[in-house]
């Protein structure tokens, strides 16, 4: 089913192209409700594309339970990110009507329309749509790499005319989320699930060394304003203090531009990003502080100037302890193997966990490798995470 | 006079952008043409666009004394960078005219068509051609920018059609370049004069580290092949030990690229150049030799991979020692000061060395910046240069 999900919008590569309100996307939205009507639920999509299957719960006025993931892809991305939390949604309810037919409460499975932000400068566009976090001024000015609207993509999809119901959501009891883990940790400590505590904080900034360019042959290394130089110098400290303050704790430099960038002219200018991420807000700002000063004397001691500038905050997210702890019951009746652990990325959940109680769990990806036609998870994986899902929901449900 | 010839090609910041074969650079030339003839030399130019003034010796069969320097800048460059060696070289053939007469040996002064490379890819064309290094084929299939070709842009400024002399000369007994420093050792050491020994020699290297692009959120720092971090690691290392191995070597990184350069993803490839410079080839390879070992080792620690590529490779040359025998006579009488110094950066005078006699003479350049509007150096250090080559073309000529 993973193999049929990720035929809509196959890349060259064979891995999958699936950006929100394109053809691929529609196509792939499409074929999942035929899907859904099949194994009999009640199918409805909201106004901004989203699309649920849903089983009424026989309690009268009951809320609802959540479960699914988004079906947009960044740009030549894998087939089980987002997919497999949509196709283990529908697998499980399918199961679960089967088995035990109706639920008291409403179980719905979602296929969220965006969470990538890869067509247009906009994430999370699906749940936050239905946390009422995100609105439609939130994108009106919002225009893809071929200029097309946001407005526009949206309304030739068929959405965003209210010809559907609005998104915003007041029934959801919880949201359950099952995800491939993006990173490397569950498969090399040999666990098939992972039960996520937090979604982690990040911090991201713009560091920038002035410095001052000259002529690399005529300048005599004592007398330099060197920009790289003591760019790189910050680079060392920065690395070697993340690895040595907590071991949850990553920081990263993934964009580096020189100026002018050319080989015979020393840089007068670096500008670099920072990405600091923790569990913990307090220690990403200690972490910071302290770097930060000593960023400040390095720059002092070789007398250039230096600007940091904060450009994302987000704070790290809780998800629910009760449905923590009802996992944790399940997978150790089961006698499967978990690890209880913070996620480095995003996900949909950090928008439905202040809105109402959220649970994220994951299963491996080989290698760590996502975002890439080589993402890759074992089918006994995907299959334990079906499980666990099910024998969730029926505890929270039926 | 320095100002005269900066009004062709007066950029907005009030620098100068005299590209090769552009309208500014043929008014200029034309300009030139006109003063040379006005203070009673021969004057011609070859097939190139090299434009000569001539004081014809009177010995028969005589050989010829060369001086000048190019007439091309780069975009938004200074007044100074080329120019002044053209001007100076037209002062003192003026003055000695008029002091002494015909000298004994042919003087010329040249304004060379070019030296900058900032049009073509293509450097030295003027003393290139000259000295039978470049020839037409080197240029036959450039291109510049607007993708107007070198043989086009050349024929339409009149040359190139065989209408004039052919460059390569056979007579010339030597050559003299006066230039700015375009560096700040002079200034900062109250020096009149240079009297340049060597060119310096320039290796420049591609080095390129190649980690693992990973997320930055989900990839502990334990586990990280991180391009950047490695890469930072090398500069660190590359100018630590280009400050602590010689007081003249320099040592830059310029130009730095990291792929895919996005600030939540760690950098899979870092891609860098360096360019090392010293008088001394032995130096250079030595510097590098244990460089690029101690390079090898701090990537094999980090499990990355390092490609190391060698793509300039410039030797130091010589000036004639003779020259600057005459020169430090001369100087020493008139109690000038002066440093007997290396050039960090490219001229002219290193296509004629090998071809004749030749010295390159440096005046001071005002806080050592050049290629820039705010080139400047002081009308007294001027008159200093052009009363030294005179001296210098009075002893070779007269």
Same mark, same amino acid.
């Given at each position: 089913?993973?193999?049929?999900?990720?035929?809509?919008?196959?890349?060259?590569?064979?891995?999958?192209?699936?950006?929100?309100?394109?053809?691929?996307?529609?196509?792939?939205?499409?074929?999942?409700?035929?899907?859904?009507?099949?194994?009999?639920?009640?199918? /409805?999509?909201?106004?901004?594309?989203?699309?649920?299957?849903?089983?009424?719960?026989?309690?009268?006025?009951?809320?609802?339970?959540?479960?699914?993931?988004?079906?947009?892809?960044?740009?030549?991305?894998?087939?089980?990110?987002?997919?497999?939390?949509?196709?283990?949604?529908?697998?499980?309810?399918?199961?679960?009507?089967?088995?035990?037919?109706? #639920?008291?409460?409403?179980?719905?499975? =979602?296929?969220?329309?965006?969470?990538?932000?890869?067509?247009?400068?906009?994430?999370?566009?699906?749940?936050?749509?239905?946390?009422? =976090?995100?609105?439609?001024?939130?994108?009106?000015?919002?225009?893809?790499?071929?200029?097309?609207?946001?407005?526009?993509?949206?309304?030739?999809?068929?959405?965003?005319?209210?010809?559907?119901?609005?998104?915003?959501?007041?029934?959801?009891?919880?949201?359950?989320?099952?995800?491939?883990?993006?990173?490397?940790?569950?498969?090399?400590?040999?666990? #098939?699930?992972?039960?996520?505590?937090?979604?982690?904080?990040?911090?991201? /900034?713009?560091?920038?060394?002035?410095?001052?360019?000259?002529?690399?042959?005529?300048?005599?290394?004592?007398?330099?304003?060197?920009?790289?130089?003591?760019?790189?110098?910050?680079?060392?400290?920065?690395?070697?203090?993340?690895?040595?303050?907590?071991?949850?704790? =990553?920081?990263?430099?993934?964009?580096?531009?020189?100026?002018?960038?050319?080989?015979?002219?020393?840089?007068?200018?670096?500008?670099?990003?920072?990405?600091?991420?923790?569990?913990?807000?307090? =220690?990403?700002?200690?972490?910071?502080?302290?770097?930060?000063?000593?960023?400040?004397?390095?720059?002092?001691?070789?007398?250039?100037?230096?600007?940091?500038?904060?450009?994302?905050?987000?704070?790290?997210?809780?998800?629910?302890?009760?449905?923590?702890?009802?996992?944790?019951?399940?997978?150790?009746?089961?006698?499967?193997?978990?690890?209880?652990?913070?996620?480095?990325?995003?996900?949909?959940?950090?928008?439905?966990?202040?809105?109402?109680?959220?649970?994220?769990?994951?299963?491996?990806?080989?290698?760590?490798?996502?975002?890439? #036609?080589?993402?890759?998870?074992?089918?006994?994986?995907?299959?334990?995470?079906?499980?666990?899902?099910?024998?969730?929901?029926?505890?929270?449900? /039926?």
């Amino acid at each position: 089913m993973v193999e049929w999900l990720g035929s809509f919008g196959k890349s060259k590569s064979n891995g999958v192209t699936r950006q929100l309100y394109s053809t691929e996307w529609r196509c792939a939205q499409k074929a999942l409700e035929k899907r859904m009507n099949k194994i009999g639920l009640d199918v /409805y999509f909201d106004d901004v594309g989203n699309l649920f299957g849903r089983l009424t719960g026989s309690r009268e006025n009951t809320t609802t339970i959540l479960t699914g993931s988004h079906i947009d892809t960044v740009i030549d991305g894998g087939k089980y990110d987002g997919a497999y939390g949509v196709i283990a949604g529908m697998i499980a309810l399918q199961y679960l009507y089967e088995t035990y037919g109706l #639920p008291k409460k409403n179980i719905e499975v =979602v296929s969220l329309c965006e969470e990538e932000g890869s067509r247009f400068p906009m994430t999370y566009w699906g749940s936050g749509s239905i946390t009422g =976090v995100r609105t439609i001024e939130d994108v009106q000015n919002l225009v893809d790499l071929q200029n097309i609207s946001f407005i526009k993509a949206m309304q030739d999809s068929g959405f965003g005319q209210g010809k559907y119901r609005q998104p915003k959501r007041n029934d959801l009891d919880c949201f359950i989320e099952l995800h491939i883990e993006q990173g490397e940790v569950l498969e090399r400590e040999a666990m #098939p699930i992972g039960v996520v505590s937090h979604i982690v904080g990040q911090k991201r /900034y713009e560091i920038t060394v002035i410095g001052e360019s000259n002529h690399a042959g005529t300048t005599p290394m004592a007398w330099r304003k060197d920009a790289m130089y003591v760019a790189s110098g910050l680079i060392q400290l920065l690395i070697q203090r993340a690895k040595e303050t907590n071991s949850d704790l =990553v920081a990263t430099v993934g964009q580096l531009n020189l100026e002018p960038n050319i080989a015979n002219v020393i840089p007068g200018k670096a500008t670099f990003t920072v990405d600091i991420r923790h569990s913990d807000e307090d =220690v990403i700002d200690q972490f910071s502080k302290k770097l930060f000063k000593e960023f400040q004397s390095i720059a002092d001691r070789h007398t250039t100037d230096l600007k940091i500038k904060n450009w994302m905050d987000e704070k790290p997210t809780k998800m629910c302890e009760k449905l923590i702890e009802i996992s944790e019951l399940i997978l150790t009746k089961d006698q499967i193997p978990y690890k209880k652990m913070a996620s480095g990325a995003g996900h949909d959940s950090q928008m439905f966990s202040p809105f109402c109680a959220t649970s994220l769990l994951f299963v491996p990806s080989h290698k760590g490798i996502s975002h890439s #036609p080589h993402e890759f998870t074992r089918t006994e994986d995907l299959e334990k995470g079906i499980r666990l899902l099910i024998k969730l929901l029926y505890e929270l449900a /039926y």
